[in-house]
Structure formats: structure tokens, C-alpha cells
């Protein structure tokens, strides 16, 4: 009954992303918001769009409230389709089992009765916490040029960094000859992205194989590449050059809002040929206050400025008061910035409240010390926070 | 109590010719990112109303655009939801003119349509008004009352410039409907101005419409309510909040800068559990450059800005450039202000081009407008 699709996309979200401390305590890290009016799994989302897929299952897990009410039906993609569309897949309970996604493989693994309905020839595999803007057909037009089993997305690292990703090396026609998952001395600089394509009926064999494996991780990058180049399958690399960022970690969720701004941004989000698109909220356009100084600053609607911004990333309905500092910072929807407050190098988390002329973070240590104030976290006047700190929604919880 | 809304998106066309040229009465944007028909569109689902038409004249092609499926609404709906009701040509009453010129006309001409309402009220706004208003409240007024039609006014003191531009309703102590005044030349002080805002029971409307095909009646004011005021139970309804009407191009743009002047009139946007619904193109949040310096201002996203910007009114993907100064400007949609430029007091429409070193200004009575698409 359902239309054959070429391509269809898995979206991995149940990730807790618990190096970003506070500000996952009540969201899974791809409804984080980032870039002022956007959450994470925008440019995945976004990406499959612009590049004509649309079907795509979003695997949640962890803390999915938030996540599952701003995807919605998927209007905000043009993905409420009658044929495909977004479909969030949480896990469930079946017959003979019932249970949680014991890892990235386990989860598609799971979901293989939601991939047969629409009987794809490839199945792209996507994590749902990652900022870039690409072109998934062009990925998949590699794939099929050469032939793959499979085709694993990559791109260079800094060496220092290496040893934290899937690093591979392949041959002068692209086919991957050695993998290794986090490596302690990685060989190259050559990373996987954690973005696969698969045909469809090699990944249905080989999620069958893994799940039999008591010891496996689950895992796509520590089980299944490694066995699939053990088979001696065809694994081809296909490099991306563009921006790419795994937000992981307070300082690299801090550094990516950073790289909005400037004349000519890294990550560019006014780009017309690939628009980043993102759930609608009604609010009203930005007013600036007769006492405002903004300076290197993105906004977004709903906020109301009164005070002196620079540097910084504000998301909807933000309010600073006059006599309020923003620099360096990331504030999430909501907060609300009292008299004479003044925030540097930090991120507020969304409703937050930082009363009148309380200091959140400094400016000494930079980005090596990025303040963190969780969700709706009511800081009093004249409080001091020193740089570093992280000040969690719980604690504080109103 | 169902109600059914009714929405007249070209009546007061011709108050603003200059922005209504290419669009409808009810497309005209206003305050950074809406379009005039938000106001009676959002009231009306605010107050829970699901079942909306819009009777349109000519030039609409933009209003489509603007409602589309009507999803961001809440509209987009199978039962009911947001119809827009293109002129029915052969249906028309009105055997003179091919095309309505008043509200009854206009009515007349889609008759076959509004019989189908299901609804047992029925609220019909125009396009021209600003205001977030609980039709609800009416509605109920309008019922306990046990009016034939209750029609909203707002408590004014009025100027005889200002009065010559409205219709003014007189009413006695219990609020029926004793007098009716259409733009009277001599009259000043008090007076409860219409808002274009009318309840009546579907049944009365349908009675109504079909009375006056009989009798060739064209304007609900003068033919209906001035005629049988006597005879019929006419109520108003004094609305208290903020309410601003456009009828010139002068009024469209105080009505603009009175939402970044004047607090109570920006509160509109804000009102608790009543947000003002619109569509607008996704566009990235608004980038202010290093040199940028914007105070008393309505910016909505898409925007770079890296010049001056004071008491104005920037709507999404508007370009400022370096060393350029807009100051009490409303620039739609678009539209690229290149680098030393000076606009004071102007309308710039969408996508318009200004380019590098222009020096242009009206005054606050009378703004200068530059037309849609054009490269100064």
C-alpha cells in the first residue's frame, strides 16, 4: 500500500548528549536550540528536504517531550505528507519484547517493519544531533555510481581530535580499506560523519547478524561497519568539505552559535538555495528599545532589547532590560535579563531569570570558561556567578 | 453558539490606492511582518471561530500567497477552516456593475455560498482595522441583548476631519442603536465610531441579504440600518482596548509608527493566549553588524543590518548597508537599502532597490511611497 520509495532517511535522536550538562537535563540534545531560532535536528531535517527525501522516521528516546511537540506532523519541513512524511519512531513494546534502543544499530534494527512499508532500494542513516548544511543526493548519487554496500560520510579532522570519531582510510577509488572506531592513535584524519547509506537489504542482513551477537555494542560505528568490511562488502568514502560541527560539549555548542556571526559567517543560515527550516511560533518582530547598542549580534522575533548586546546569539522572546550587558553569549527563549545584569561567555538556558545587576560568567578566561545556566533557573540580584560555573534547572526548579 | 466568520478583504481599497495597486486591502502588510487580514483572521480563532470566509474583489493573487492552506491559523481544517470566495459572477444581484462596490453587494454576490453555513452566528470584519479584540464578547452581548445586529464602535472624540471619514453610530442608554452618520461633514466631539465589526444570527443575515436583492439595496448602512432603526433592535458594542483604522496612506503609517511609539499599541502583539497568527517566508534571525546602531524599532528576522536605523519598521530579508541612515521608514519585504543612503519618512514596498548614495524623504503627513520592484 505504500508507494516505493529510492531512498528513505533514520534520523538517530534519543541521545541524551550528556556533556552538555544542564542544558539536556529536560531536552534530548537534538531539541537544544541553537542559532537563535532554531533546535539542533533542524539541519538534518532541513538537509533531507532540500535534498528530496522525504520520508524519514525520527528515532527518539531520551526525554522526548519537547522533541516530539516541535516536530509535530512535520508541517514545518513540508514533511506532512500523506505518503511518507516525518514519523517519529519512540521504542516500544512488541509481542515476545519489550524494549529500550540498546544502541544506534539496535535502533534501526527495531524499526526494520517502518523501512519495509516503504520498500526503499537505500536507507540513509542520520544522526539528529549534528550542525551543517548537506546535500544527501549527491551522496546518494555516489553510492550508486559505485556501487556500494555501503557509503560512509567523512570529512578531515584535526589530529588532535581524531580519536574521537570513526577514522578510515580508503584507496584512490574511494573504497574504504581499514576502519577504526575511536582509535587511540588514529592512522589518519579522515572521519567518519556517522551518516551511512546502506541497501537496504545489506543492512537488514547485517542488523539481523548483530543482533544475534550477544557481545555487540549495538553499535553502527563499533559493529556493523567493522563487520560489514570484515564480509569483505563494498564500502565506499564519500567526503564532504563543507561546515560541519558535533555539538557535543558546552564549548562546542558555544563556539558553533560563535560562527553565525560576522559579515561572512561560516555557517551562513540567510542562504536561499538551502534554507534551514524551523517550527512555527507566532511571535511579533524585535523591537529595539530607544537605549539599545547592538553590535555583531543575531536576534530573533519576540525578543524586546533595551540594553547593550554584542557578540552574542539571542533566541525568541528574550527581554534585556536597560543597563543590561550581553557579550559573548547565548541566550535561549524566554530569559529574561533584569536591570543592569551582566552576562559574559555564557549560555542561559530557556525562561531563565537573571535578576537585577547580577554577574553571570566572565570575561577573563574567555571561551575556556563558559558559564551555563540551565532551564528556568531564577538567578537573584546581584548574585555572582563565576565563569565556569554550571547552574542546573533542578536545582532551582520553579 | 457556533459562529461563522466572514472577512471583506477589498471594501476600503481605494483608502491606500498607492499600497492596493497590486494587492487587496487585506494583503497590505503592516507592523514588520503581518498583513492586514492577520488581525480579523486571528481574532476570529482566538475567539473559536474555525469557519472563515474571505470575499474578495479583484487583485487577490497576493492574498492567496498569504493564507495558502491556512495552517498557520490554525485553519487549515476539514470541517470548515479558511475559504477564500473569488467574486461568482452570474449569481450577481447587482445587474449594473459586474463587480460589488459595497459590503451588502458583496454579500449578495456570494449568497449561495454563505447559505451553506452551518453556524447559528455569524461575525463579518474588515480588512482595515488593528486591534485584538474577544469577539466572544459580542458575540455574547449580542445574544443577551437579543439584538436583530450588534455592531462594534469605539468611544471617540472626534476632530470634524476624523469624523468626515467615519460612520458614526448614536445610541441610547440601554446601547440601541438610535442614529446612524455617514462621514458627517459637520461634527465634532463625541461620537462611537463603527469598527467595521457586525454580529448577526445567520438566519437574519440570510433574511437580510435576500430582502435586499428584492428591493435592490445597496449599502447595509444607509438601506438597512438607518431605515429600520426604528423598527429593529440595532445594538452596539463599546470596545475598550487599543483600535487603530486605516484610512489613508497618512493613517497607515501613524497606525505603523504607533506600534513602536506607543506601548499599549505593541501589546496587541502580546495579549496572553491571543498571539497575532501570520505567514511569513522562513528567513535566518536578523544579523546586526558591527557598525550597526538601531534604536526605537521594529525589525522583523531575515534582516542585515550595518547602518542606523531609528523609529522604524524593517520587515524580513530587508538589506541596510554601511554608513546608511533610515530614519521614521517603513521598508517592506526584501528590500536592499545600499551603502549611504538617507531615507526619512518613507514607505519602501517590496523588493524595491534603493541604491548607493540616495537622499530621500517625505514627511510624517505625507510619506514618501516608492512602488513595488522599483530601483531608485
Not at chain 1, 563499533?222 to 560539549?249: E, H
Request: aromatic share 8%; net charge neutral.
Amino acid at each position: 500500500m505504500y508507494r516505493h520509495k529510492d531512498c528513505i532517511a533514520m534520523i538517530l535522536a534519543g541521545g541524551q548528549g550528556s556533556r552538555l550538562q544542564a542544558i539536556t537535563d529536560k531536552v534530548a540534545k537534538p531539541a537544544v536550540s541553537f542559532g537563535g531560532k532554531y533546535r539542533i535536528i533542524d539541519f538534518t531535517l532541513s538537509n533531507c528536504v532540500n535534498s528530496g527525501i522525504y520520508t524519514v522516521g525520527v528515532l527518539t528516546q531520551y526525554q522526548p517531550l519537547v522533541l516530539n511537540e516541535y516536530i509535530g506532523n512535520g508541517s514545518a519541513w513540508d514533511l506532512d505528507r500523506i505518503n511518507g512524511g516525518v514519523v517519529i519512531l519512540p521504542p516500544y513494546q512488541a509481542k515476545n519484547s519489550a524494549d529500550w534502543y540498546k544502541g544506534t544499530a539496535n535502533a534501526v534494527y527495531q524499526n526494520i517493519d517502518f523501512i519495509k512499508r516503504y520498500n526503499p532500494e537505500n536507507v540513509l542513516v542520520l544522526s539528529g544531533d549534528h550542525i551543517y548544511k548537506m546535500d544527501y543526493s549527491k551522496m546518494l548519487a555516489y553510492h550508486r555510481k559505485k556501487d556500494a554496500d555501503c557509503t560512509v560520510g567523512t570529512l578531515d579532522v584535526n589530529i588532535e581530535e581524531a580519536s574521537r570519531f570513526g577514522i578510515l582510510t580508503a584507496n584512490e577509488e574511494g573504497i574504504i580499506i581499514e576502519f577504526e572506531e575511536k582509535p587511540k592513535k588514529p592512522k589518519s584524519t579522515r572521519a567518519s560523519m556517522g551518516i551511512y547509506i546502506f541497501k537496504t537489504d545489506v543492512l537488514f542482513r547485517y542488523l539481523e547478524a548483530d543482533e544475534k551477537d550477544k557481545g555487540s555494542a549495538k553499535d553502527f560505528g563499533k559493529n556493523i561497519i567493522p563487520s560489514m568490511l570484515r564480509g569483505g562488502l563494498r564500502l565506499c568514502a564519500y567526503q564532504f568539505d563543507g561546515y560541519w560541527r558535533d555539538v557535543g560539549t558546552v564549548k562546542s555548542l558555544w563556539e558553533a552559535d560563535m560562527d553565525l556571526l560576522g559579515s561572512m559567517p561560516q555557517l551562513n543560515l540567510n542562504d536561499r538555495s538551502w534554507r534551514i527550516y524551523s517550527g512555527y511560533r507566532p511571535y511579533p518582530p524585535q523591537y529595539i528599545g530607544d537605549n539599545a547598542k547592538i553590535t555583531n549580534s543575531i536576534i530573533t522575533e519576540g525578543c524586546e532589547i533595551h540594553g547593550t548586546v554584542e557578540n552574542s546569539v539571542l533566541s525568541e522572546n528574550v527581554k534585556v532590560a536597560r543597563g543590561a550587558h550581553i557579550s559573548n553569549s547565548v541566550i535561549m527563549s524566554g530569559v529574561k535579563i533584569s536591570k543592569g545584569a551582566t552576562v559574559e561567555y555564557s549560555i542561559i538556558d530557556s525562561d531563565s531569570v537573571i535578576g537585577a545587576g547580577a554577574t553571570i560568567g566572565s570575561d577573563k578566561d574567555g571561551k575556556d570558561k563558559i558559564t551555563v545556566i540551565g532551564s528556568a533557573v531564577n538567578v537573584s540580584a546581584g548574585e555572582e556567578i563565576p565563569a565556569g560555573s554550571i547552574l542546573s534547572g533542578n536545582k532551582y526548579s520553579v | 453558539m457556533s459562529a461563522a466568520g466572514i472577512v471583506f478583504s477589498n471594501i476600503h481599497d481605494d483608502c491606500i490606492s498607492e499600497l492596493t495597486r497590486v494587492r487587496t486591502m487585506a494583503s497590505v502588510p503592516f507592523g514588520g511582518k503581518y498583513r492586514l487580514v492577520d488581525f480579523p483572521l486571528s481574532n476570529m480563532v482566538n475567539s473559536n471561530i474555525y469557519n472563515i470566509k474571505i470575499i474578495t474583489h479583484y487583485n487577490y493573487h497576493s492574498l492567496m500567497d498569504h493564507i495558502g492552506s491556512g495552517k498557520e491559523w490554525d485553519l487549515a481544517r476539514r470541517n470548515g477552516g479558511v475559504k477564500i470566495l473569488p467574486p461568482f459572477i452570474t449569481a450577481y444581484a447587482n445587474r449594473e456593475n459586474s463587480l460589488y462596490t459595497t459590503r451588502l453587494e458583496a454579500l449578495q454576490s456570494v449568497s449561495a455560498s454563505l447559505d451553506e453555513i452551518e453556524d447559528e452566528y455569524v461575525v463579518m470584519s474588515d480588512c482595515d482595522i488593528i486591534c485584538n479584540i474577544n469577539l466572544r464578547d459580542i458575540i455574547n452581548s449580542h445574544i443577551s441583548s437579543g439584538a436583530d445586529m450588534t455592531v462594534a464602535v469605539k468611544s471617540e472624540i472626534l476632530t470634524d476631519k476624523q469624523a468626515a471619514k467615519s460612520i458614526i453610530f448614536r445610541a441610547d442608554d440601554e446601547n440601541r442603536i438610535t442614529d446612524v452618520l455617514s462621514f458627517p461633514e459637520e461634527y465634532s466631539g463625541h461620537g462611537y465610531v463603527w469598527m467595521n465589526i457586525i454580529v448577526m444570527s445567520k438566519q437574519k443575515l440570510m433574511s437580510t441579504i435576500l430582502d435586499s436583492t428584492a428591493h435592490n439595496y445597496r449599502s447595509l448602512i444607509q438601506d438597512i440600518i438607518a431605515k429600520r432603526l426604528k423598527k429593529e433592535n440595532y445594538r452596539i458594542f463599546e470596545y475598550e482596548g487599543y483600535f487603530g483604522q486605516i484610512k489613508s496612506i497618512t493613517e497607515y503609517y501613524r497606525e505603523n509608527m504607533s506600534m513602536i511609539k506607543n506601548n499599549s499599541a505593541r501589546e496587541l502583539f502580546t495579549r496572553q493566549h491571543s498571539p497575532i497568527y501570520t505567514s511569513t517566508p522562513e528567513t535566518s534571525p536578523t544579523y546586526y553588524g558591527p557598525s550597526s546602531s538601531v534604536k526605537s524599532s521594529m525589525i522583523s528576522d531575515g534582516c542585515t543590518i550595518e547602518g542606523r536605523v531609528e523609529n522604524s519598521i524593517l520587515f524580513s530579508g530587508v538589506k541596510i548597508g554601511k554608513n546608511t541612515t533610515v530614519k521614521n521608514s517603513i521598508v517592506f519585504e526584501d528590500t536592499v537599502v545600499s551603502g549611504n543612503v538617507k531615507l526619512n519618512c518613507v514607505i519602501a514596498d517590496k523588493n524595491v532597490v534603493i541604491r548607493e548614495g540616495r537622499v530621500l524623504s517625505g514627511h510624517e503627513t505625507a510619506p514618501f511611497y516608492i512602488e513595488k520592484n522599483k530601483m531608485i
